[in-house]
């Protein structure tokens, strides 16, 4: 990989500030499934808990989260239903610093735990991985449950911050965490450092979404369709053409089977909630952002990316080997490139026990 | 001139979304990470599906507008009509309207959406209130057409069109200012004027005389 650019100098930057009291952090009742009934074994087996054998001796600022050990399930918060898988590091469980992973627009258990996985046991992180409102099995339940009352409106980034806050608290997460995010969660990932800039240090974004939809990647024409001071319909016929187009792109989902047009829905709902969000905006000041991109990523260009990371006070931009130059979903493409980006960012001591990435 | 001269302004856009829904299409497929092609096939239900729901929406959509414009027009400015069609793929989307005075034209503000700003729809106008005329200087809203859509596209039948009518009731005959550039045309249908077009084709000085 080549790092195409570094910010400013980082404060607290990849491997630094992680001394922290020891501190014994008790589970006080509030944690995974604490629901009406809903069984998340349903959804699948949660993998093996890790660090049950050893709960009784886990101490450090995470103790409570990594006492639980490994899960996958739903966390009650005040938001919803929200659907979490976590993956408790091996080594030093409760001392080491989390990271949140917030996947991209579609979402599910099957796509985001693959490479909380790969974090975990190669890469030795702690990982919450979140399906945020409108997302996989998050969604689901709401559908379940609620008849889809999460995406009857726009879902904007304000909301998914309250919902990963709120899934910290649940988890009886209180001391920083590190964030992932990859496309759409990326936005996410960097509105709550943004938002909550004491409960996230390191902030790191895999093919962000940079701005508009319609300004960068649709097509000027889009844009002014829906901009358009002359057109009194623009706004609503370029949301009717998002919907459609991003319908037929992504395609439906096994998971939403029983629930004809809800995924389709959710995209939209999804996509036009960040859709005047940029990035740069976003990442104005913000310290530890870290910026991994294809070069010929049409979904995520280069140029905003160097832009967020020039309004940034701090931080790296990355440009990913050119064997995946156009790919946008490097964590689906490449797992192992992006495990080693973490690791570089974070835990450089830890880069000669990875195994070598295939690109 | 103090006599307020009662005027009706009315905007047509007319949007072929073809050339659109295509990009859009490819940028959502970027974006899914999806090897789906974006063949004539994929369009074509995709533009299924965008008409089936934008006709399905047309009374709410109008209802919605109307209701936003309503709120942010002027005392002595009233929307006269609102209306969008479908052919095809080309929307043609057009409001009226109407003024007390055309010496509000100026400082109309529309908005079309609740919580945007408000947007203005008539350019950059000054009224210069002479003792026997009106004059109305300025430049017309600017839209500047990307030349990639325009030139991708290869027709005048993918580009966007808008037309500007104005019409003052107080005056005599009607005169056209047609202004053409690259997928743009503008029309101007001003009575009895003195209407010229400089340089950038985009400039417009009008007069209005009072009635003899």
């Known amino acids: ?359 | 001139m103090r006599t307020p001269v009662s005027a009706r302004v009315g905007i047509e856009a007319r949007h072929d979304v073809g050339p659109m829904l295509r990009r859009m299409l490819e940028g959502a497929t970027s974006l899914a990470g999806s090897a789906a092609e974006c063949d004539e096939s994929a369009l074509a239900e995709v533009f299924h599906s965008f008409a089936a729901e934008l006709d399905d929406r047309a009374a709410l959509d109008a209802a919605h507008v109307r209701e936003s414009v309503t709120r942010t027009l002027p005392k002595g400015v009233e929307l006269e009509a609102l209306k969008r069609e479908r052919a095809g793929f080309v929307v043609t989307s057009s409001f009226v309207l109407r003024l007390d005075d055309l010496r509000q034209l100026p400082i109309i503000r529309v908005a079309f959406e609740p919580g945007l700003l408000r947007q203005a729809p008539f350019g950059d106008l000054r009224i210069v209130d002479l003792e026997q005329a009106i004059l109305v200087e300025g430049m017309p809203p600017p839209l500047t057409l990307n030349p990639e859509v325009a030139h991708a596209a290869g027709a005048a039948a993918h580009a966007i069109a808008l037309t500007l009518d104005v019409r003052l009731p107080l005056l005599e005959s009607n005169h056209s200012e047609v202004v053409e550039g690259a997928g743009l045309c503008w029309r101007f249908d001003l009575a009895r004027l003195a209407a010229r077009s400089e340089s950038d084709q985009s400039w417009i000085r009008a007069r209005f005389a009072a009635p003899s």
């Open chain 1, 1 to 359: 990989m080549e790092i195409l650019a570094h910010g400013k100098v980082a404060r607290g930057g990849p491997g630094l500030g992680r001394a922290r009291p020891e501190v014994v952090h008790e589970a006080k009742g509030v944690g995974p499934a604490s629901n009406d009934g809903f069984d998340p074994a349903a959804l699948g087996p949660a993998h093996s808990a890790s660090g049950k054998s050893k709960a009784a001796v886990v101490t450090g600022p995470y103790a409570s989260l990594a006492k639980r050990g490994d899960f996958s399930g739903t966390v009650l918060t005040a938001s919803g239903e929200i659907f979490v898988s976590v993956r408790v590091a091996k080594t030093k469980p409760g001392t080491e610093r989390p990271m949140v992973y917030l996947a991209g627009l579609a979402a599910t258990r099957d796509r985001s735990e693959p490479l909380a996985d790969k974090l975990r046991d190669d890469g030795g992180k702690t990982i919450i991985a979140i399906l945020l409102e409108g997302q996989g099995e998050t969604l689901l339940r709401d559908l379940e449950k609620h008849g889809g009352q999460s995406i009857s409106n726009d879902i904007s980034d304000t909301e998914q911050v309250k919902v990963v806050l709120e899934v910290l608290d649940a988890l009886g997460v209180h001391a920083p965490v590190d964030i992932l995010g990859l496309s759409y969660g990326g936005a996410i990932a960097a509105a709550t450092k943004r938002e909550a800039p004491d409960r996230i240090r390191e902030t790191l974004l895999v093919a962000p979404h940079v701005r508009s939809q319609a300004k960068e990647l649709m097509g000027v024409a889009a844009w002014q369709l829906a901009n358009s001071p002359w057109n009194p319909f623009g706004h609503s016929m370029y949301r009717t053409a998002a919907k459609a187009t991003l319908a037929k792109a992504f395609g439906g989902l096994e998971l939403f089977k029983d629930h004809p047009g809800a995924f389709s829905e959710a995209l939209f709902r999804l996509s036009m909630g960040i859709d005047k969000n940029e990035l740069a905006d976003v990442t104005q000041g913000m310290e530890n952002l870290h910026i991994l991109v294809a070069g010929k990523d049409r979904a995520s260009p280069l140029v905003h990316n160097q832009a967020a990371i020039d309004a940034a006070d701090g931080g790296s931009l990355t440009v990913a080997p050119e064997a995946v130059e156009d790919e946008h979903d490097l964590v689906g493409e490449s797992p192992e490139l992006v495990v080693r980006w973490v690791t570089e960012r974070l835990n450089p001591e830890r880069l000669e026990k990875l195994p070598p990435a295939d690109t």
